[in-house]
């Protein structure tokens, strides 16, 4: 995915970004096709490359030391719950 900076000058779409921001946007065009704009609070992106070979983006994922250290400070901070805990509560 790419990140587009929008340019102050651009009145039509600053105004849709402020309306996103209170609610969320489907703007759809006069094809039909429909996207979503939303804000994407306390979001964080890592690059891990392009490739089609799932193999080499394995091993790309894996050397992001941004990357690992963002998912073990997600999961120190984790609430655990029990699985008989959650079957329990879903009648299982």
């Given at each position: 995915?790419?990140?587009?900076?929008?340019?102050?000058?651009?009145?039509?779409?600053?105004?849709?970004?402020?309306?996103?921001k209170?609610?969320g946007?489907?703007l759809?065009?006069p094809?039909?096709?429909?996207f979503?704009?939303?804000?994407?609070?306390?979001?964080?992106?890592f690059?891990?490359?392009?490739?089609?070979?799932?193999a080499?983006?394995?091993?790309?994922?894996?050397?992001?030391?941004?990357?690992?250290?963002?998912?073990?400070?997600?999961?120190?901070?984790?609430?655990?719950?029990?699985?008989?805990?959650?079957k329990?509560?879903?009648?299982?």
């Amino acid at each position: 995915m790419k990140t587009i900076n929008v340019s102050t000058r651009a009145k039509t779409v600053n105004t849709l970004l402020q309306k996103a921001k209170r609610n969320g946007l489907i703007l759809e065009s006069p094809e039909g096709d429909r996207f979503l704009l939303t804000p994407l609070k306390d979001w964080i992106g890592f690059d891990v490359g392009n490739s089609r070979n799932f193999a080499k983006e394995v091993e790309a994922t894996a050397r992001n030391k941004k990357l690992i250290k963002h998912l073990a400070e997600r999961r120190s901070h984790a609430k655990r719950i029990p699985l008989a805990k959650v079957k329990e509560e879903i009648g299982l």
